[in-house]
Structures are given as C-alpha cells and as structure tokens.
C-alpha cells in the first residue's frame, strides 16, 4: 500500500495534506510530519498542509491558507480522519482529482479512491513513521521525527493508553534516537495554561461519578465562557477524570456553541465507540467524540453511558 501511495503522489504536481476537525497533536504531526517527508522526497512539488490553524498547537507545526481553486486537480491525502464529513476544509477538497485516506480508526467510512487504514496503530504518526520506512535510502530528520513523536504521545497519553504496543515503543525509540528532545516534547504536551488549570479545578469540584464507575460533566456555554479557553485549550482537560480510580468510563460534554454539545467520550478498558456511533459520531475503542443538538439527548447519552457501564462492567 505505501509502494502504491508514492506511486500516486509520483504523478500530481500540487499535493494537499488536510486532517480533521478540532485536531490533536496526532492529526498535527502526522500532517505536518507527513508535508515534510513529502517535501524530502519530492522537492520540485507542491505540497500543503491546510486546516484551520490553532494556535495551542503551533509548536509542532503550521497550516498554510490556499486559495479553493489550488484544489482543482490536484491530489488530497488526509490523515487521522475517520469520516468524510470531519474534514477540517469548507468541501473545497471535493475538486481533487483523487483522495488518499491515511488513518487508525475503524474504517467506517472508506471516502478516500485509495484507502490505507489500520487499526492496529496507537495513532495516525506511527502509520506515517512506518511509510518513512519505505522509501529508499531516507534519512529520517530530527524535525520530522519531532512531529511523528508529538503525534503517537499525544494519541497514548505518553504511553497510557490501551493502544500502545511494541511496535509503538519501537518506533518512539527510533524517532528518540535522531535525537530530538523527548523530553520537552512530553513537557509541552503536559504543560496547561492558568485558564486551563482553572477548568480543571471546576470540573473536579462538579465531577459526578455513578455507583457504575461512569464519570461525567456537563459545561454549559454561560460556564465555559468564563474560562476565556483558546480553541483546543479544552482538551487537555479531558483525560483528567480518568486519573480517578473509580472511573472507568467517563465524559466532558461542552457547550460551546448555544444548544451544540461536543461530547468526549472515553474508557479505561471497554469498547465505547458503539455508543458514540449511536449518536451519530465515532472513533476509538476507548476515545470517541461526538457532537449533540440537544441538552434532552446529552441526558439520553448520560443514561444509556451508566446502563451501559453496569451491563459491561457487572456493577
């Protein structure tokens, strides 16, 4: 498949590198991580990486504005992106001339004209530090395996989560050994801002737990506003309820938006991407996302999350 993949990218001039909506380190740094493997190997074309830009995460890599028309014909790769309708672009993307899909997710939805999807990966980085391995005679550089490494730790929760394997050591020992600074790229990724330190002390403080092990919080708009959170600012909240030890499945509903719930879903040990789908999102066996138009079905979902907890779990 990766042999096919350059072979595709071999015949186009303009490449566009795009990923999903609200991206996380893995979506950045596969996407910026792949742009400059690309750059490396085929120098004379044309290659961006798009979406919309956050500034939370800058540090491991930028997206370029282009204009709609530079789609027209071109080739589309998109990373870590389970669903057509995630993809973080305005429907321009529908120009190309064909679209690549690279991703770690359930392949519910095969969107790409080529497909390359595996869920066995902890994260999209991993996939894309295999393709390096590919092509001949590359030299792995210290600031795309700074990328890569941004994106599996990000994905693992610095190796905490049920989807690292050897594989995913293996491959973070290689990308350790050109050198780059695990270390601060570990601290970044760690690292909160006051407003988020703030949120993080209320959610605490408002934090339900059922006798299920099920974890929740609803944040209202009116409540969330107060926090003046940077786009993305909210997710480095999320995987703090699962530092609880009774918590075994959880979720952080948010109100950004009036009467538009984004909801994170997440466990320690059971499959909750079913539930997910059942609300129309999806993802991973233990971190899905979705997004809600009501208050009445984020209570449904509450519900369904703690009957599901007691059947599962045998509570």
Same mark, same amino acid.
């Given at each position: 498949? /990766?042999? #096919?993949?350059?072979? @595709?990218?071999?015949?186009?001039? %303009?490449?566009?590198?795009?990923?999903? +909506?609200?991206? &996380?380190?893995?979506?950045?740094?596969?996407?910026?991580?792949?742009?400059?493997?690309?750059?490396?190997?085929?120098?004379?074309?044309?290659?961006?990486?798009?979406?919309?830009?956050?500034?939370?995460?800058?540090?491991?890599?930028?997206?370029?504005? /282009?204009? #709609?028309?530079?789609? @027209?014909?071109?080739?589309?790769? %998109?990373?870590?992106?389970?669903?057509? +309708?995630?993809? &973080?672009?305005?429907?321009?993307?529908?120009?190309?001339?064909?679209?690549?899909?690279?991703?770690?997710?359930?392949?519910?939805?095969?969107?790409?004209?080529?497909?390359?999807?595996?869920?066995?990966?902890?994260?999209?980085?991993?996939?894309?530090?295999?393709?390096?391995?590919?092509?001949?005679?590359?030299?792995?550089?210290?600031?795309?395996?700074?990328?890569?490494?941004?994106?599996?730790?990000?994905?693992?929760?610095?190796?905490?989560?049920?989807?690292?394997?050897?594989?995913?050591?293996?491959?973070?020992?290689?990308?350790?050994?050109?050198?780059?600074?695990?270390?601060?790229?570990?601290?970044?990724?760690?690292?909160?801002?006051?407003?988020?330190?703030?949120?993080?002390?209320?959610?605490?403080?408002?934090?339900?737990?059922?006798?299920?092990?099920?974890?929740?919080?609803?944040?209202?708009?009116?409540?969330?506003?107060?926090?003046?959170?940077?786009?993305?600012?909210?997710?480095?909240?999320?995987?703090?309820?699962?530092?609880?030890?009774?918590?075994?499945?959880?979720?952080?509903?948010?109100?950004?938006?009036?009467?538009?719930?984004?909801?994170?879903?997440?466990?320690?040990?059971?499959?909750?991407?079913?539930?997910?789908?059942?609300?129309?999102?999806?993802?991973?066996?233990?971190?899905?996302?979705?997004?809600?138009?009501?208050?009445?079905?984020?209570?449904?979902?509450?519900?369904?999350?703690?009957?599901?907890?007691?059947?599962?779990?045998?509570?």
């Amino acid at each position: 498949m /990766i042999n #096919d993949i350059l072979k @595709k990218v071999e015949q186009y001039s %303009t490449i566009i590198i795009l990923r999903h +909506r609200n991206p &996380d380190p893995d979506a950045i740094g596969s996407q910026t991580g792949l742009a400059a493997i690309l750059h490396e190997v085929f120098p004379q074309k044309n290659i961006y990486v798009t979406g919309i830009d956050l500034p939370v995460l800058n540090w491991i890599g930028q997206m370029q504005n /282009i204009p #709609d028309s530079t789609f @027209k014909d071109a080739l589309v790769i %998109t990373v870590d992106t389970a669903n057509a +309708r995630r993809i &973080d672009n305005n429907g321009a993307y529908k120009q190309a001339a064909e679209i690549i899909k690279i991703d770690h997710h359930p392949n519910v939805d095969p969107f790409g004209d080529m497909n390359w999807v595996d869920d066995t990966f902890s994260s999209c980085a991993e996939m894309i530090f295999s393709f390096t391995e590919k092509i001949s005679n590359f030299e792995l550089t210290k600031k795309i395996a700074a990328k890569l490494y941004s994106g599996i730790i990000g994905d693992t929760v610095r190796f905490l989560n049920g989807e690292t394997s050897y594989r995913t050591l293996i491959t973070s020992a290689k990308l350790a050994k050109t050198g780059i600074n695990i270390s601060k790229i570990s601290l970044q990724e760690d690292q909160m801002s006051l407003q988020v330190a703030r949120l993080e002390a209320y959610i605490l403080d408002n934090l339900q737990i059922t006798d299920s092990g099920f974890g929740y919080i609803v944040i209202r708009k009116d409540t969330l506003d107060q926090f003046h959170l940077d786009d993305g600012e909210l997710d480095h909240a999320v995987p703090l309820i699962g530092r609880i030890d009774k918590v075994k499945t959880w979720i952080v509903v948010s109100e950004k938006d009036l009467n538009r719930f984004r909801v994170n879903l997440r466990s320690k040990s059971i499959s909750i991407n079913g539930m997910a789908e059942k609300y129309g999102g999806g993802g991973h066996p233990l971190a899905s996302g979705v997004y809600i138009g009501s208050i009445e079905k984020v209570n449904q979902l509450i519900t369904d999350m703690d009957n599901f907890n007691k059947k599962e779990l045998k509570v």
